[in-house]
């Protein structure tokens, strides 16, 4: 069987494709180790995404919650359907800004029917600061760093 011949493109493409599979993708698989060191991936829902920094809703009783308060390295997987990849490298950290905190609880009605206010004690929202952002296409097996600014 012949060896898959994905589309090419240009270096100075790689942003905006891979900011494509973002939007196209929608829910990626958030990947975190637990206190045993065993890795753990679920999908997630982010309630804003700006560029490579994404933002997720939380409660405090998800597992997730410890083993990010652990070990906040984690990284994100988006893949489209065309089966192109984008993986996010990051630091999750608790959103204090209140600003930004109520942009996001403003624009998610599903955030405001769940939770009723934005001071639930339940509710966090991490956001995800890149380190590394890598592009893959269409099943390549080669990734492609994309610039994180």
């Known amino acids: 069987m012949p060896a898959p011949q994905p589309k090419t493109f240009a270096p100075a493409e790689l942003t905006e494709l891979a900011q494509g599979v973002i939007r196209q993708a929608k829910f990626p698989f958030l990947a975190t180790v ?5 890795p753990r991936v679920r999908p997630v829902s982010p309630v804003r995404v700006d560029g490579f920094t994404i933002y997720v809703a939380n409660l405090r009783a998800y597992h997730k919650t410890q083993e990010i308060e652990a070990n906040p390295k984690v990284e994100l997987c988006y893949l489209d359907d065309a089966h192109d990849q984008v993986r996010i490298i ?3 950290e608790v959103l204090a800004d209140p600003a930004v905190l109520d ?4 624009s998610n009605p599903l955030l405001r029917q ?3 206010t934005p001071n639930n004690p339940e509710l966090i ?10 592009f893959m296409r269409e099943w390549a097996l080669t990734y ?5 600014a």
């Open 34 to 38: 637990d206190q045993a060191g065993q």
């Open 90 to 92: 990051g630091v999750a």
């Open 103 to 106: 942009e996001i609880w403003q």
């Open 114 to 116: 769940y939770l009723g």
């Open 125 to 134: 929202i991490y956001r995800i600061r890149p380190e590394r952002v890598r």
């Open 144 to 148: 492609h760093e994309v610039p994180v």
